[in-house]
Every structure is written in C-alpha cells, then in structure tokens.
C-alpha cells in the first residue's frame, strides 16, 4: 500500500489517499480539540493510544456483524480503511444522562435513561454541530429514509456489543458519537471509535474516563484512556 497526498486534515485525523482508490489512510495526531475546535491541545502518545483502541473496537464490532471500514493497523499511528462517501449526519446514543442533554434539558447527570436515546447532529463545525432529525436530513439530502433507518439499526447494535464489553472491564458506556459513510451502495460505520468520542464511567466511582477529562481540565486524559484500554484487553506498548 503506497501512501498518497494528503485529503483533508480534520481536527485530530489526517487523512491519505493511497495508490488504491477505494483505501484512504487514516493518520491518528497527538491534536486534540474540544467544543467545535474553540480549546486545543496536543496530548502525547494521543494519536497512538487512539488509532490501537479503534482498531480494537473495530475489530469487536466487524466480528459482531457490524459492517466498519476498518482494514487493519499500518503503523502506531495509522491505519487503512475503506474509502468511503460519509454522510455530515452524527448518530448519538445515550444510555446515561451527560452534556448536551444535561445542558438542553436540566436533566440529572447520571440518570439512567432508559430506553437508551437517539440523536443526530449535522456534522458542520462553523455552525457548532446543530442537532437535526429525520425530516430535515431528509428534505436537505443530508441522508435518506432508507439511510438513516439503517444507521439507526447499526448505531443500537454497537451499543448492545460495546455497553457489554465496557462494562465486563467495570465501566459504564455513558454516551457515543458515530459517523457513516457509503461504501458499494452499503452503509458502513466509518471514522473512530474512541475515548474522544464516548463518555465512559468507572463503574463504581463513576470517575470520568474520557475525553470530559480534556474538556473539563482534570488532567490525566491519556493515562484515563490507557487504563479504559488496559481493562478492556488492550496492549498499547
Ligand atoms: P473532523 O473532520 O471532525 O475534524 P477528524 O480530525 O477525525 O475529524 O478527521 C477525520 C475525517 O475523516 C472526518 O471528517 C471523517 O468524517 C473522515 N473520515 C473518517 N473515515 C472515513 C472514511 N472511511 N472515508 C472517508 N472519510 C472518512
Ligand atoms: O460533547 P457535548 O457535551 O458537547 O455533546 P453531547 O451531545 O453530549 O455528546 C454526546 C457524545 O457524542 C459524547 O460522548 C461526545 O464525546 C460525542 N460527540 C463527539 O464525539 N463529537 C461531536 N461532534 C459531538 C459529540
């Protein structure tokens, strides 16, 4: 596989094409930015920490019959995926109650919500990811019906695989952000599966493990994802 120039620079990826039309590469930085880009940082060993916890995550959901782009590791910091037309749609789940939701609504931090809940953002950073629906996306041609139904299916089937795995390594999956793309007419998880994505809670202390840590100034961000890794059955090194 022969790395190409380089696609886009997004905010914590950059992305290659490669000699392959259908394979782009997906280089993992140290970059790291919160609240549409506004507070920055770079964290070290982030890109690395990030790009081996998504290649696991990955690997999880392919074997539990979750079509993902994920083609395999290229180096600590790079893997090769599959090229895909993403959709600018965000799926979110919620199992318990944090961030935007406590904020938009003055709901309890920490409510179990149940059933879990679903929402979409349009991914557009200058707008500050505006929370959508169906019939928007719909009449604007972000995604169609058809589209949108099985992202909603994919998005609820990794939570049933990841809220398990997290909580057999005595965590709680709080809440996730998931990209899509088309791939061959199929819809296909695309972008990352990692702390930076998700809220995770120590089970019993309900300390936060992800990237609240970098947004709220509490430090020990990395070590926090390292440890989420370790427990989960990650070697990093
Ligand atoms: P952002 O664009 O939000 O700043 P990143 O820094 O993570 O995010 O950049 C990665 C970009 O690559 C994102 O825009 C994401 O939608 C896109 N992307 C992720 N996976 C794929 C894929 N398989 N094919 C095409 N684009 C992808
Ligand atoms: O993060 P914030 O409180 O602003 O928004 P949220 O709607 O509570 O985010 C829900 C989940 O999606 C969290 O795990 C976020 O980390 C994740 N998310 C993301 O990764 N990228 C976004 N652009 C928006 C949310």
């Known amino acids: 596989m022969e790395k190409r120039d380089e696609l886009y620079a997004g905010k914590a990826k950059s992305v290659y094409r490669t000699d392959d039309p259908d394979r782009l590469i997906l280089h993992f930085r140290d970059d790291t930015s919160a609240f549409d880009g506004k507070k920055k940082e770079a964290l070290a060993r982030k890109g690395m920490v990030n ?6 995550i990955m690997g999880k959901l392919q074997a539990a019959g979750i079509p993902t782009h994920f083609d ?3 180096s600590d910091t790079e893997c090769v995926v599959k090229k895909l037309d993403m959709i600018p749609v965000e799926c979110v789940v919620r199992n318990l109650a944090a961030g935007g939701l406590v904020r938009r609504l003055g709901v309890e931090e920490g409510m179990t919500l149940t059933p879990p809940t679903f929402e979409l953002f349009l991914k557009n950073d200058e707008k500050g990811d505006p929370m959508i629906n169906e019939s928007l996306a719909e009449t604007f041609g972000w995604a169609t019906p058809e589209q949108l139904a099985r992202m909603k299916e994919l998005t609820f089937k990794v939570n049933e695989v ?3 795995l997290f909580l057999d390594g005595g965590m709680l999956l709080v809440d ?3 990209e899509f793309g088309v791939f061959k007419g199929e819809i296909v998880l695309g972008d990352e599966f990692s702390p930076d994505g998700c809220r995770l809670w120590d089970e019993m202390t309900r300390e936060k493990l992800d990237k609240d840590r970098f947004r709220q100034g509490l430090g020990g961000v990395i070590e926090a994802y390292e440890e989420v890794g370790r427990r989960i059955g990650i070697a990093f090194d």
């Open 51 to 56: 790009n081996k916890f998504n290649a696991f």
């Open 176 to 178: 996730y952000k998931l």
């Open 72 to 74: 395999g590791l290229l």
């Open 162 to 164: 990841l809220k398990q």
